[in-house]
């Protein structure tokens, strides 16, 4: 992709109006010392000891948040708690202009994805909310919210146990300027395209994630698809297109948590902003390889930097 066809492409992303609906979340970091030698007074268990707490948009969050530093105008749909996390989710989606008038409020503890480090490694979750009962009240309402407004795209999320949006809505959704990321029911998702990872491919086909098989598979549902594939990049494949678009050699230690939802925020921007499919996959390749470069947290990517990246400069 030329200079100036980036250029046109980052310019027509700050026009566009974005919906994401899904999955809402808050990652939540904390630097984690286990070995004090410090004990409890009243348990006589030693005191671990949490330092640089931080928070970021996680699950559908994570998704809106890429678009907003690329400059889209998002539109959040989900639910949130009034607690501490939720308080923090509407403080962030503030901060970054996410309009956030149909994220409901409601009685259950916000999805939270607890995360301690250790050493710059990710140690067991600890997870907030996450199964509520209680996600789904709200999902007719807000499904038609979504109807009544008009948007350039539309992402669609599951990851939940207890997901937002069921199987039964997933089915009943048609939209050509929208893609689903669906942890689990991507089978439900037959009139909309799908982006999945490998694993996921694997578990749905019993079948490598090759180039072959990727393109039966779309042919077959005759709807998109793109596959992330990690270090071998990604593919999009519909009846009539097919692309791999390899990924940018790796600088140095990296981290893929949230890389999935970049891919998915950088192809959605690029083409609803008019960008081929072969310019979307490469600007989504840029935007993933600058966020899986930010460790202990859920990368993005700017316009800048992703300029700094296509005029072949690298990672710092």
């Given at each position: 992709?030329?200079?100036d066809r980036?250029?046109?492409?980052?310019?027509?992303?700050?026009?566009?109006?974005?919906?994401?609906?899904?999955?809402?979340?808050?990652?939540f970091?904390f630097?984690?010392?286990?070995?004090?030698?410090e004990?409890?007074?009243?348990?006589?268990?030693?005191?671990?000891?949490?330092?640089?707490?931080?928070?970021?948009?996680?699950?559908?969050?994570?998704?809106?948040?890429?678009l907003?530093?690329?400059?889209?105008?998002?539109?959040?749909?989900?639910?949130?708690?009034?607690?501490?996390?939720?308080?923090e989710?509407?403080?962030?989606?503030?901060?970054l202009?996410?309009?956030?008038?149909?994220?409901?409020?409601?009685?259950?503890?916000?999805?939270?994805?607890?995360?301690?480090?250790?050493?710059?490694?990710?140690l067991?979750?600890?997870?907030?909310?996450?199964?509520?009962?209680q996600?789904?009240?709200?999902?007719?309402?807000l499904?038609?919210?979504?109807?009544?407004?008009?948007?350039?795209?539309?992402?669609?999320?599951?990851?939940?146990?207890?997901p937002?949006?069921?199987?039964?809505?997933?089915?009943?959704?048609?939209?050509?300027?929208?893609?689903?990321?669906?942890?689990?029911?991507?089978?439900?998702?037959?009139?909309?395209?799908?982006k999945?990872?490998?694993?996921?491919?694997?578990?749905?086909?019993?079948?490598?994630?090759?180039?072959?098989?990727?393109?039966?598979?779309?042919t077959?549902?005759?709807q998109p698809?793109?596959?992330?594939?990690?270090?071998?990049?990604?593919?999009?494949?519909?009846?009539?297109?097919?692309?791999?678009?390899?990924?940018?050699p790796?600088?140095?230690?990296?981290?893929?948590?949230?890389?999935?939802?970049?891919?998915?925020?950088?192809?959605?921007?690029?083409?609803?902003?008019?960008?081929?499919?072969?310019?979307?996959?490469?600007?989504?390749?840029?935007?993933?390889?600058?966020?899986i470069?930010?460790?202990?947290?859920?990368?993005?990517?700017?316009?800048?930097?992703?300029?700094?990246?296509?005029?072949?400069?690298?990672?710092?």
């Amino acid at each position: 992709m030329k200079t100036d066809r980036l250029e046109t492409i980052l310019a027509r992303i700050q026009q566009l109006r974005i919906a994401v609906m899904g999955d809402f979340a808050l990652d939540f970091y904390f630097d984690l010392q286990t070995s004090t030698g410090e004990f409890s007074l009243e348990t006589a268990k030693e005191v671990h000891l949490a330092s640089q707490p931080r928070a970021y948009l996680g699950g559908a969050g994570n998704v809106a948040k890429n678009l907003a530093v690329l400059g889209a105008q998002v539109s959040a749909f989900g639910v949130r708690g009034n607690d501490l996390f939720g308080r923090e989710m509407a403080h962030q989606m503030a901060t970054l202009g996410i309009d956030a008038t149909n994220i409901q409020e409601i009685d259950i503890d916000t999805p939270t994805y607890s995360k301690p480090l250790r050493k710059q490694e990710e140690l067991n979750r600890i997870d907030f909310g996450t199964r509520s009962a209680q996600f789904q009240a709200q999902t007719g309402e807000l499904l038609d919210a979504l109807s009544t407004e008009s948007f350039d795209w539309v992402i669609y999320n599951e990851q939940f146990g207890i997901p937002l949006l069921q199987a039964q809505h997933i089915e009943s959704l048609t939209n050509p300027q929208a893609i689903a990321d669906l942890r689990s029911l991507g089978s439900n998702a037959k009139h909309l395209p799908l982006k999945v990872n490998e694993a996921e491919f694997i578990k749905i086909h019993s079948k490598p994630a090759s180039d072959e098989n990727i393109q039966i598979w779309a042919t077959s549902r005759k709807q998109p698809v793109l596959v992330t594939l990690g270090e071998k990049g990604m593919v999009y494949a519909s009846t009539e297109e097919f692309h791999h678009q390899p990924a940018l050699p790796v600088k140095g230690p990296i981290d893929t948590v949230g890389a999935g939802d970049m891919v998915v925020a950088g192809f959605s921007a690029a083409r609803a902003a008019g960008a081929s499919v072969e310019e979307a996959c490469e600007f989504a390749s840029l935007a993933v390889h600058i966020s899986i470069h930010q460790l202990g947290e859920t990368g993005s990517a700017s316009p800048d930097a992703i300029r700094h990246l296509h005029d072949g400069h690298s990672i710092t």
